[in-house]
């Protein structure tokens, strides 16, 4: 492991997802207690997504800015809101000058899955019927989100397709879950990294699918036929259950023809870039700024 990430090691919170509404209270602390980022840029602005519900998000719009990327937050499908994502969201935005809309979906155990997924389809159908209004180019909209939010954000990105819904130009992948099976050699033997084990990816996908038969756009590894999505970068942690997952995904991407980025963060663990002073952690954040940039850059 990153030397300057396993000195944090004996910190980390041992959070159990039996629970996930008591958990949300500490998970609001941890994003509580993460540096705000720079928002001195950029207008950030709170909106509500017309749809039954509506559906909170909360804008980034850096000056001059014309490409935009549907963000989904981390938190296992059952923690999570605008306000835990902002030190996040607000980075991407910063480092990237792409405009980040922020959905802060319904959570599971009460809103299994399918009430994220649309809340998520929702807010990408909304960006691109009124990107005139939010002074947005229609033809770079991206998908992209961490942990969870990867995994739904591959998700609309398979419904698009097939709906012949919003054009989506690019996929920013960060550790996605995708995978409710969990054959992976890494996700079989994970049982006792730090911050995500694979008991509590289990917990998760148990609370997120709520007993219903899992679909492709549920686990967007499920989905036979991965042709004619966006191009995609894809991250990967070392010491993280959906490591394989998340290789074996991009792999499956790029022989069905599709353009994949893959980035295996050796030394890392899920959730790791949350330890801003580890170098690795840096870098990390700044990719996945520059990447975004280059995705939606004018042609």
Wanted: net charge negative.
């Amino acid at each position: 492991m990153d030397p300057e990430l396993e000195a944090f090691l004996s910190l980390l919170p041992r959070a159990d997802l039996a629970d996930p509404v008591a958990e949300r209270e500490n998970f609001a602390k941890l994003a509580a207690a993460i540096p705000p980022p720079d928002t001195s840029n950029m207008v950030v602005e709170d909106r509500m997504v017309p749809a039954d519900p509506e559906v909170p998000v909360r804008i980034y719009r850096p000056h001059d800015a014309q490409g935009a990327i549907i963000w989904l937050h981390g938190g296992g499908w059952v923690m999570g809101d605008v306000d835990t994502e902002h030190p996040w969201a607000g980075r991407l935005a910063d480092m990237s000058g792409a405009v980040v809309i922020s959905v802060g979906y319904r959570l599971a155990p009460e809103n299994p899955f399918p009430a994220a997924f649309d809340d998520a389809y929702a807010t990408l159908v909304w960006a691109a019927e009124n990107a005139a209004e939010l002074h947005i180019d229609p033809s770079r909209i991206a998908v992209g989100g961490h942990s969870a939010g990867a995994g739904i954000a591959a998700g609309i990105a398979l419904r698009a397709r097939d709906e012949d819904g919003p054009r989506i130009c690019f996929q920013l992948l960060s550790q996605a879950g995708l995978d409710d099976r969990q054959q992976t050699w890494s996700a079989r033997k994970f049982t006792d990294t730090p911050w995500l084990t694979t008991g509590k990816v289990a917990q998760a996908w148990q609370h997120y699918l709520g007993g219903a038969t899992p679909t492709a756009y549920a686990a967007p590894a499920r989905a036979t036929d991965l042709s004619d999505l966006p191009p995609a970068h894809i991250t990967a942690a070392e010491f993280c259950p959906n490591r394989d997952d998340d290789i074996t995904y991009a792999l499956r991407l790029l022989q069905a023809g599709v353009a994949v980025e893959l980035h295996q963060w050796a030394g890392t663990f899920h959730g790791s870039q949350a330890i801003l002073s580890a170098e690795v952690s840096q870098r990390q954040l700044a990719e996945l700024g520059d990447v975004l940039r280059r995705a939606l850059a004018q042609p």
